[in-house]
T-cell receptor, first 112, second 117 residues
Framework: GNSVTQMEGPVTLSEEAFLTINCTYT??????LFWYVQYPGEGLQLLLK?????DKGSNKGFEATYRKETTSFHLEKGSVQVSDSAVYFC???????????FGAGTTVTVRA | GAGVSQTPSNKVTEKGKYVELRCDPISGHTALYWYRQSLGQGPEFLIY????????DSGLPNDRFFAVRPEGSVSTLKIQRTERGDSAVYLC???????????????FGPGTRLTVL
């Protein structure tokens, strides 16, 4: 079946540090890959996505590249801010399917 | 425009009671999804509606759980004889349509936090 494994947290960083959160997946075919973010007290929001191999999704300074050869979709940001403190979820959705399969989430705390 | 809304935001109930959780999707979205998020976990799929019909209810954990969407818009998740293990955040999402080679984005509501004492 489909599964997503992401780096365990929590992760604590200082402002302006580099952030990377690893995500690998198992799925048949060519799924679409997503990163969702859940800020404190808010609902789940789509951060970025990639729908085919070698696509790079980007938003708010975050990037992730769909790597089919390593079945990975690692999230990166070069210089984090306190406002990036949140829980980040990696997810996949198979082609012609409708349900999202999520990883367990990684809590990121950025200190000033 | 308005996003997905869910009511109530919090629900505390006693073991054995019946609860209903409501979801108002984005207007015009034909696909609606329910997910359950337990503490420290990612959301897990429960059920998917395309229009009024439940196209896939394979994620419902047992027959105490049921969901309806009678007019193809608002949906209600119903839980009978609640158990402490049902405590979780119940998330609703909607999208323009379901499935497709490149899926439409799912927009999530803020969730209902259910606590069963």
């Amino acid at each position: 079946g489909n599964s997503v494994t992401q780096m365990e947290g929590p992760v604590t960083l200082s402002e302006e540090a580099f952030l990377t959160i690893n995500c690998t997946y198992t799925a048949t075919g060519y799924p679409s890959l997503f990163w969702y973010v859940q800020y404190p007290g808010e609902g789940l929001q789509l951060l970025l996505k990639a729908t085919k191999a070698d696509d790079k999704g980007s938003n708010k300074g975050f990037e992730a590249t769909y790597r089919k050869e390593t079945t990975s979709f690692h999230l990166e940001k070069g210089s984090v801010q306190v406002s990036d403190s949140a829980v980040y979820f990696c997810a996949l959705q198979r082609s012609n399917d409708y349900k999202l399969s999520f990883g367990a989430g990684t809590t990121v705390t950025v200190r000033a | 425009g308005a996003g997905v809304s869910q009511t109530p935001s919090n629900k505390v109930t006693e073991k054995g009671k019946y609860v209903e959780l409501r979801c108002d999707p984005i207007s015009g979205h034909t696909a609606l999804y329910w997910y359950r998020q337990s503490l420290g976990q990612g959301p897990e799929f429960l059920i998917y509606f395309q229009g009024t019909g439940a196209a896939d209810d394979s994620g419902l954990p047992n027959d105490r759980f049921f969901a309806v969407r009678p007019e193809g818009s608002v949906s209600t998740l119903k839980i009978q004889r609640t158990e402490r293990g049902d405590s979780a955040v119940y998330l609703c999402a909607s999208s323009l349509t379901g499935g497709g080679v490149i899926p439409h984005e799912q927009f999530f509501g803020p969730g209902t936090r259910l606590t069963v004492l």
